[in-house]
């Protein structure tokens, strides 16, 4: 059996590695909402965080290895968006280097035309991606909703929420658009406000 990282956010991160083309299939503010939303689901669904008028809340006491909690429980209630948006670019660094920490990935520093510097990511072990897209995989198209594994149903439901190409195609997408809504609604508000955003920001493309 192959490991795979603890925390949703390094596994969504890793979901979003291109095994065919090696290299990340996304970053950015996109990739950035995705793992705050998954930090946030995380947190939602061992009890840490709750929610109130449809707004995070701090839940059960315990730990916040990414400071989302303590944002929340210092702050005024805010909605779930404002909450994904927030410091989304930076949380893309820290997953990363938790990654390379954790020896799952390896990061290079290059320069797009000489000029713009970007990272070169590589995964160390392909088979820890195809493990964690197994489990996506099976959640879509498996057991009943209430017995699928919280962070398969979750990264189902992240996947979709933020475009994965790499774990859910737009034709996956439609197709299996019933059963995402229902691991959506599992996995609670997080994924739900990731959609939000990026169709605020598609649609503002649009619009020139």
């Not at 919280?150 to 299996?176: C, F, I, M, N, Q």
């Amino acid at each position: 059996m192959v490991n795979v990282p603890e925390s949703l956010p390094a596994r969504m991160y890793l979901l979003a590695y291109d095994l065919r083309k090696h290299k990340m299939s996304m970053g950015g503010s996109r990739l950035g909402y995705v793992l705050r939303a998954a930090a946030l689901t995380e947190l939602y669904l061992d009890g840490r965080l709750g929610e109130e008028r449809r707004k995070p809340v701090p839940g059960t006491p315990g730990d916040d290895p990414y400071g989302v909690l303590a944002q929340i429980a210092g702050s005024r209630p805010r909605s779930w968006r404002h909450w994904v948006r927030k410091d989304s670019k930076a949380m893309v660094g820290e997953v990363r280097d938790e990654l390379v920490r954790g020896g799952w990935i390896r990061v290079r520093p290059r320069r797009t035309l000489g000029l713009f510097p970007r990272h070169e990511v590589t995964v160390r072990d392909p088979r820890v991606v195809k493990s964690l897209w197994g489990g996506a995989s099976s959640a879509l198209r498996g057991r009943p909703v209430a017995h699928v594994n919280s962070y398969d149903a979750a990264a189902v439901a992240l996947a979709a929420a933020g475009e994965l190409k790499t774990v859910l195609p737009r034709p996956d997408r439609r197709r299996h658009k019933r059963r995402i809504e229902e691991l959506t609604a599992r996995t609670g508000p997080a994924a739900t406000a990731v959609r939000k955003l990026i169709r605020q920001e598609n649609a503002a493309a649009a619009a020139g």
